[in-house]
């Protein structure tokens, strides 16, 4: 059991850059690596843009900071978060800021803050200039996490639907069958009502018709064969043949539909070769970028490897987020490293068990 305390976060909004939609996103990270002790937001409230963010402070306990703006087209929101977050700093109070803008006015001051040992996470949209993101301990793409977060709630709704829709025709089926009976019931009733009257009066002209019948018959009168219970006409042998595909079509619709919702995101992914699916980015930036995050994963697997080149997973993912900030497997669509070092296609791994019967996974390049 971990029994070190959470680092403490200073969390600092700039609303005139963020959108209130990322408020989840925001604090589930901040959640992620500690506990949130300051939680402010800055901006000119008495503007009209901001009106969306109200209701969103007090549903997650957000202190709103008016700073008002002095000069039209100016942005003095910056001003008052480095001087909150130089008080908090001296203070002494926490251990991390997680400074929110899309805003590279912020980058020095994230430098002084890791100058004084803080843990900085810096989170924006794609559009965040490099510097900003170079300058924090980590980056977030809030527009990125965003979307993934998204998609995860539609797979989940078409799970949840998929679910539920064989209970949906069960139910349709047995009400059917109900009714069929309670119909049934009713008129088997209206027809014996109907007919008891003239039962007297009908069972002697009955047996002395059967009398006659049996002493006289006339040709082509003869009384048709009992059908078996297990006898069928071809009109019902149709029938019986058209009931079972119908309910093997259902099963196949359903387990279709199951199938459907259990496919990985990841699986879909690697058909892309791990490129990046920055919607920002030209194509020729995302080969920089993707040749960027193979050239430090293999100067790591360089560095830290044993005589054979295997390198831990553990160890390579560690100094992954040392290297670069902005690395996260999210941001490509992935859950988990493995899965993403995978789809670029260049690596192999193996998992040798201890002599405790512990795994461990090991990766080196592929030869």
């Known amino acids: 059991m971990n029994n070190?305390?959470?680092?403490?976060?200073?969390?600092?909004?700039?609303?005139?850059?963020?959108?209130?939609?990322?408020?989840?996103?925001?604090?589930?990270?901040?959640?992620n690596s500690g506990v949130a002790t300051y939680k402010r937001i800055y901006g000119d409230w008495t503007s009209p843009r901001l009106a969306s963010w109200k209701s969103c402070l007090l549903d997650h306990s957000i202190i709103p900071m008016q700073q008002y703006s002095y000069?039209?087209?100016?942005?003095?929101?910056?001003?008052?978060?480095?001087?909150?977050?130089?008080?908090i700093l001296y203070s002494g109070t926490v251990d991390g800021f997680a400074i929110v803008s899309s805003d590279s006015d912020f980058t020095r001051l994230v430098a002084r803050l890791r100058e004084s040992g803080m843990v900085v996470i810096g989170m924006g949209e794609q559009k965040t200039p490099r510097p900003f993101i170079s300058a924090c301990n980590q980056f977030k793409y809030l527009d990125l996490l965003y979307a993934a977060r998204k998609a995860e709630e539609e797979l989940s709704e078409d799970e949840d639907d998929a679910e539920e829709a064989p209970r949906r025709r069960r139910r349709g089926r047995r009400g059917g069958k109900r009714a069929n009976r309670g119909r049934s019931e009713q008129a088997l009733s209206a027809d014996?009502?109907?007919?008891?009257?003239?039962?007297?009066?009908?069972?002697?002209?009955?047996?002395?018709?059967?009398?006659?019948?049996?002493?006289?018959p006339v040709e082509?009168?003869?009384?048709?064969?009992?059908?078996?219970?297990?006898?069928?006409?071809?009109?019902?042998?149709?029938?019986?043949?058209?009931?079972?595909?119908?309910?093997?079509?259902?099963?196949?619709?359903?387990?279709?539909?199951?199938?459907?919702?259990?496919?990985?995101?990841?699986?879909?992914?690697?058909?892309?070769?791990?490129?990046?699916?920055f919607g920002e980015m030209s194509k020729a930036d995302r080969r920089r970028h993707m040749r960027m995050i193979r050239e430090t994963i293999n100067a790591i697997i360089d560095k830290f490897s044993d005589d054979d080149g295997w390198v831990s997973l553990g160890k390579l993912g560690d100094q992954l987020g040392k290297r670069l900030s902005d690395f996260d497997v999210r941001n490509y669509g992935f859950k988990k490293l493995r899965p993403f070092l995978k789809s670029l296609?260049?690596?192999e791994f193996e998992e040798p068990q201890d002599d405790s019967g512990h795994r461990q996974i090991y990766l080196r390049l592929r030869e």
Do not use: C, W
């Not at 039209?72 to 008080?87: H, L, Y």
């Not at 919702?261 to 490129?275: I, M, N, Y």
């Open 4 to 31: 070190e305390p959470d680092l403490r976060f200073a969390i600092l909004i700039d609303a005139d850059n963020i959108s209130e939609k990322y408020i989840k996103v925001i604090l589930e990270e901040v959640a």
């Open 71 to 87: 000069t039209f087209g100016k942005n003095a929101t910056d001003s008052a978060m480095i001087i909150d977050a130089m008080d």
């Open 192 to 216: 014996l009502e109907d007919a008891a009257p003239a039962s007297a009066a009908h069972a002697d002209a009955a047996d002395d018709s059967s009398d006659a019948a049996l002493a006289d």
């Open 220 to 277: 082509g009168d003869a009384p048709k064969p009992r059908r078996r219970p297990g006898d069928r006409g071809a009109g019902h042998a149709d029938a019986g043949v058209r009931d079972a595909e119908d309910d093997e079509l259902v099963g196949a619709n359903s387990f279709e539909l199951d199938s459907d919702a259990d496919l990985d995101v990841d699986d879909e992914l690697d058909e892309q070769d791990g490129d990046v699916a």
């Open 345 to 347: 296609g260049v690596y």
